[in-house]
Nanobody, 124 residues
Framework: QVQLVESGGGLVQAGGSLRLSCAAS????????MGWFRQAPGKEREFVAA????????YYADSAKGRFTISRDNAKNMVYLQMNSLKPEDTAVYYC?????????????????WGQGTQVTVSS
């Protein structure tokens, strides 16, 4: 059982930046493809970014391209999401997720483990 704990959310003005962190409980984390998702009130959970187990490949939703960067440090069992040029529409609860089998995916149901989420609020 992999436990994931997100941190780094908060309130920021439009145009500002935040760095989200996700700490994993197991060393097997280094074998997993990881993703960041978000869910705004009244909306479905949506894909934001993903990174391959070795960190060599990254994938982004169109809304995140050019503004967000996903990275990982397998030695520390950590995944990060650097978010720049934040917009009010980025306001959501952000979740990290681990996919233990298969390549990266933008489908939430294909991920096996989830964190509890961290709130990001961007004011205009």
């Amino acid at each position: 059982q992999v436990q994931l704990v997100e941190s780094g959310g908060g309130l920021v003005q439009a145009g500002g930046s935040l760095r989200l962190s996700c700490a994993a409980s197991e060393r097997t984390f280094s074998r997993y493809n990881m993703g960041w998702f978000r869910q705004a009130p009244g909306k479905e959970r949506e894909f934001v970014a993903a990174i391959s187990w070795g960190g060599t490949s990254t994938y982004y939703a169109d809304s995140a391209k050019g503004r967000f960067t996903i990275s990982r440090d397998n030695a520390k069992n950590m995944v990060y999401l650097q978010m720049n040029s934040l917009k009010p529409e980025d306001t959501a609860v952000y979740y990290c997720a681990a996919r233990t089998v298969g390549s990266w995916s933008l489908r939430p149901h294909e991920y096996d483990y989830w964190g509890q989420g961290t709130q990001v609020t961007v004011s205009s």
